[in-house]
Each structure stands twice: as structure tokens, then as C-alpha cells.
């Protein structure tokens, strides 16, 4: 029963691009929902977070958008770095707990 | 100066074996997690703690089995090993805010593999 979902496995960019990551939910007891970046090798970094109450929130090149009635959020990143290039995970946060349920994640690949 | 360190950074070993990963913070949170990512890429919680208690516990077979000396240290001893206790599993931190999403902090994982 997975209750965040990231259907896209992998995404290919070119720099300068946009990039458009997206992430669905099931389960309407979450409160924030955040992105993640992760290198090979290392432990997830968290990026950039929205409250459940917002439908927008940025920072730099980073964008998350919500829309609560799709059950969908999307990262947007422009323009697009070849340092960008990472897997990145969704999460969401059950409602006023520390828990959190990740996507598998997907795969961005940035190139010049 | 790593804020969230696990040792060792591999583990292979052998069905059946007793063996422990050991993890640190040193940004003075509250709260550690420990998380496992399965050859799937689910990265899913185990267990939380806040100031040394246990706080989340999920479907977790008994055989692992956290302990916190303290609220920089949340350690994972697992007994008797089984094949499919392959993963990476990674240990987290995050302050208590109150309420707010806690940005949680992760170390670099340990990738245990059982023979």
C-alpha cells in the first residue's frame, strides 16, 4: 500500500531546462510534504518543504507546487544544473507526527 | 565535523549472525530515526526516538532492536540475521520544533548485506 508515489523513475534534462519532478498521494492525513536530493552514496538532504494549507512555496530555484484536490505536488527547478543531478524523493508527513512516507524516488539527470 | 555519522559504512555477514550499527548526531536534536531502504528503493521509517524514549515503532520484526544511551546516540542491534535484512539503512535526526515538519538530517547509510 503505497501512499506516495512517484511514477517516473528517471527524468533527463537538459541544462538550462526546467525540471519537473512529480509526486502523488493517497492518504489525506499529511500535513507538510517535502523534497529530498540524494547522491550516491550519501543520505538524503532535505530541499524544500510545503505546509499542507499552501499551494506554493520557493525557494531560489526551486519551486513546489500543491494541488490538494489532485492529491499531486510537483519540484520544479530552473534553470536546471548539471549539479542537479540526483535522485529525488518525495515525502509526506503524517499529520502532527515525525513520520514520514518517501516515493521511490526518481532519478534526474541533468546534461550539458 | 559530520552532523550524522553511522558505523560501519558496510556490513556483510553471514544468516543467523548478531550484529549492531552504530550512529551519532552532534547537532543537539531531540529526535533520531532509523529508516531502511530495501533493494526496491522504499525508504521506509523503523523506529524514532525523542530524548532517549521511544516514539514510533513500526512493523518491525522483534529481531531489531534500538537502543539509545543517550539522545546523541540511537544504535540498531539486529539478531539472527535473515537474507531478506539486506538494505541500506540509514539513521536520521531532527529538532523539535513543536509541531512544525522538523527538517531531518541524514548520515551516509550502512549497506548491510547477509550471506
Known amino acids: 500500500d503505497q501512499q506516495v508515489k512517484q511514477n517516473s523513475p528517471s527524468l533527463s534534462v537538459q541544462e538550462g531546462r526546467i525540471s519537473i519532478l512529480n509526486c502523488d498521494y493517497t492518504?489525506?492525513?499529511?500535513?507538510?510534504f517535502l523534497w529530498y536530493k540524494k547522491y550516491p552514496a550519501e543520505g538524503p538532504t532535505f530541499l524544500i518543504s510545503?505546509?499542507?494549507?499552501?499551494d506554493k512555496n520557493e525557494d531560489g530555484r526551486f519551486t513546489v507546487f500543491l494541488n490538494k484536490s489532485a492529491k499531486h505536488l510537483s519540484l520544479h527547478i530552473v534553470p536546471s544544473q548539471p549539479g542537479d543531478s540526483a535522485v529525488y524523493f518525495c515525502a509526506a508527513r503524517v499529520y502532527n507526527t515525525d513520520k514520514l512516507i518517501f516515493g521511490t524516488g526518481t532519478r534526474l539527470q541533468v546534461f550539458p | 565535523d559530520t552532523a550524522v555519522s553511522q558505523t560501519p559504512k558496510y556490513l556483510v555477514t553471514q544468516m543467523g549472525n548478531d550484529k549492531s550499527i552504530k550512529c551519532e548526531q552532534n547537532l543537539g536534536h531531540d529526535t533520531m530515526y532509523w529508516y531502511k531502504q530495501d533493494s526496491k528503493k522504499f525508504l521506509k521509517i523503523m523506529f524514532s526516538?525523542?530524548?532517549?524514549?521511544?516514539?514510533i515503532n513500526e512493523t518491525v520484526p522483534n529481531r531489531f532492536s534500538p537502543k539509545s544511551p543517550d539522545k546523541a546516540h540511537l544504535n540498531l542491534h539486529i539478531n539472527s540475521l535473515e537474507l531478506g535484512d539486506s538494505a541500506v539503512y540509514f539513521c536520521?535526526?531532527?529538532?523539535?520544533?513543536?509541531?512544525?515538519?522538523?527538517?531531518?538530517?541524514f548520515g551516509p547509510g550502512t549497506r548491510l548485506t547477509v550471506l
Open positions: 526516538y525523542n530524548n532517549k524514549e521511544l516514539i
Open positions: 536520521a535526526s531532527s529538532q523539535d520544533s513543536g509541531g512544525f515538519a522538523d527538517t531531518q538530517y
Open positions: 510545503i505546509s499542507s494549507i499552501k
Open positions: 492518504n489525506s492525513m499529511f500535513d507538510y
